[in-house]
């Protein structure tokens, strides 16, 4: 009994867990009443033992269909659409940082926005890492995505980043931008979004 009561005593002392935040990778314009989210469950080793994500994994193995989940919404009123529907859009979201740009192309087609979109996608293998495919070559067909650019690292021996896309595509992105593109980034703030940083710094500066 003194040695579970200890146990409650470290179990007090430990932080609460912090809330995991996923973007909404849905548009309500386009399905009433749901909200979807993209999710890459995290999963590893240490000291020879599996391990994973806390909430990844439970929202992939433990929550059953028809289950409930608590959720809260937490608004960012500065990553939205732009206020003219004209404007270019050029969306940068390399793995799950996809999410909110499903959502804008969503959003587009099913208010009949027009106006030129570029994405950039990539992640590591694009047979089993290619996300929502078949819905960017139905906008490419439809016209609601002008251009897709991706880049999947270990498809070939050196390892290729959407930093290195949009290098590539230097004299095309400074265009876009010369009309007045909107740039969105979304996924690793760590290193993605530096090196995506850098990359557009070094072509407006080559320009």
């Given at each position: 009994e003194g040695e579970h009561r200890a146990l409650?005593?470290?179990a007090d002392l430990l932080p609460a867990l912090?809330?995991?935040?996923?973007?909404?990778?849905?548009?309500?314009?386009?399905?009433?009443?749901?909200?979807h989210l993209t999710?890459?469950?995290?999963?590893?080793?240490?000291?020879?033992?599996?391990?994973?994500?806390?909430?990844s994994?439970?929202?992939a193995d433990r929550l059953a269909r028809g289950d409930t989940a608590p959720?809260?919404?937490?608004?960012?009123?500065?990553?939205?659409l732009p206020?003219?529907?004209?404007?270019?859009?050029?969306?940068i979201g390399p793995g799950t940082g996809i999410a909110p740009?499903?959502?804008?192309?969503h959003q587009r087609r099913a208010l009949g926005l027009t106006g030129r979109t570029w994405l950039f996608f990539g992640d590591q293998y694009e047979?089993?890492?290619?996300?929502?495919?078949?819905?960017?070559?139905?906008?490419?067909?439809?016209?609601?995505?002008?251009?897709?650019d991706t880049a999947f690292s270990r498809d070939q021996a050196h390892k290729i980043y959407v930093q290195h896309r949009i290098k590539e595509a230097g004299k095309e992105v400074f265009a876009w931008l010369e009309r007045g593109a909107i740039f969105y980034v979304c996924g690793d703030a760590e290193r993605m979004a530096k090196d995506v940083d850098e990359a557009l710094h070094s072509i407006i500066h080559s320009a």
């Open positions: 409650g005593d470290v912090a809330p995991r935040l996923y973007s909404i990778s849905s548009s309500l314009a386009a399905f009433p009443g749901e909200v999710v890459a469950a995290v999963r590893y080793e240490t000291g020879g033992r599996p391990r994973g994500g806390l909430a994994t439970w929202l959720v809260y919404v937490h608004r960012n009123p500065r990553f939205r206020a003219d529907p004209g404007a270019p859009v050029v969306m740009f499903r959502a804008f192309l047979a089993s890492c290619f996300f929502y495919k078949d819905e960017w070559d139905k906008a490419l067909a439809d016209g609601s995505l002008t251009r897709l």
